[in-house]
């Protein structure tokens, strides 16, 4: 099956530090990325949709200056939060979608997350 | 944005009894996904049904689709402590040229051994 990794799984982090989390599709190509945030005991919170190539689409009330989004290949999209402050800390989870041409057939893919505390 | 709904929040039972979850949505759908999520960790694809679906089955777990009540229901049989989870819904929904899943709130799943 579709494999999607994510790196690290953990960080630990100063406020005011800029932090860089890895999103991989390792067995398909990937034409759109998706980065969501989840805080604890609550559901997914869609951030941005990224697709290869091209600038990222950020949902209402993500600040796309502090969360960069780079789909730079078919495999690999990072997301970077900047100048990060304890209430960034949160679960970071991206997926991943083939962009199959039957878009019916089409689905996302997810990694396993990434635990950012911010201190 | 969030548009699903699903009840009950909190579901506590005993191993070896059923199971039910729902989930209702608001808008028109292709298709509705149920995942499962372990505490702190990622999610889990379980089942996928289609909007002219109204009925799937995969091992112990039975889905139903209402699109005239635009509601869904998990139903996990002779459930196990393994069970314990958070349960999420997700619909599609297509934004300009980018297709994007909607989340419902989650049910948490406590199977007590």
């Known amino acids: 099956g579709a494999v999607v990794s994510q790196h690290p799984s953990r960080v630990i982090c100063k406020s005011g530090t800029s932090v860089k989390i890895e999103c991989r599709s390792l067995?398909?190509?990937?034409?759109?990325m998706f980065w969501y945030r989840q805080f604890p005991k609550q559901s997914l919170m869609l951030m941005a949709t990224?697709?290869?190539?091209?600038?990222?689409?950020?949902e209402q009330g993500v600040e796309k200056d502090k969360f960069l989004i780079n789909h730079a290949s078919l495999t690999l999209s990072t997301l970077t939060v900047t100048s990060a402050h304890p209430e960034d800390s949160s679960f970071y989870i991206c997926?991943?979608?083939?962009?199959?041409?039957?878009?019916?057939?089409?689905?996302?893919?997810f990694g396993p997350g990434t635990r950012l505390t911010v201190l | 944005s969030q548009q699903g709904e699903e009840d009950p929040q909190a579901l506590s039972i005993q191993e070896g009894e059923n199971a039910t979850m729902n989930c209702s949505y608001k808008?028109?759908?292709?298709?509705l996904q149920w995942y499962r999520q372990n505490s702190g960790r990622g999610l889990v694809h379980l089942i996928l049904?289609?909007?002219n679906e109204r009925e799937k089955h995969s091992g112990r777990l039975r889905v139903t689709l209402d699109t005239s009540k635009k509601s869904s229901s998990l139903l996990i049989t002779a459930s196990r402590a393994a069970d314990t989870a958070s349960y999420f819904c997700?619909?599609?929904?297509?934004?300009?040229?980018?297709?994007?899943?909607?989340w419902g709130l989650g049910t948490s799943l406590a199977v007590n051994p």
């Open positions: 997926s991943a979608s083939p962009g199959l041409a039957d878009i019916k057939k089409d689905t996302q893919y």
């Open positions: 067995d398909f190509q990937a034409t759109t």
């Open positions: 990224s697709n290869e190539g091209s600038k990222a689409t950020y």
């Open positions: 808008t028109s759908i292709n298709n």
């Open positions: 049904i289609r909007s």
């Open positions: 997700a619909t599609d929904e297509w934004a300009g040229n980018n297709r994007k899943l909607i």
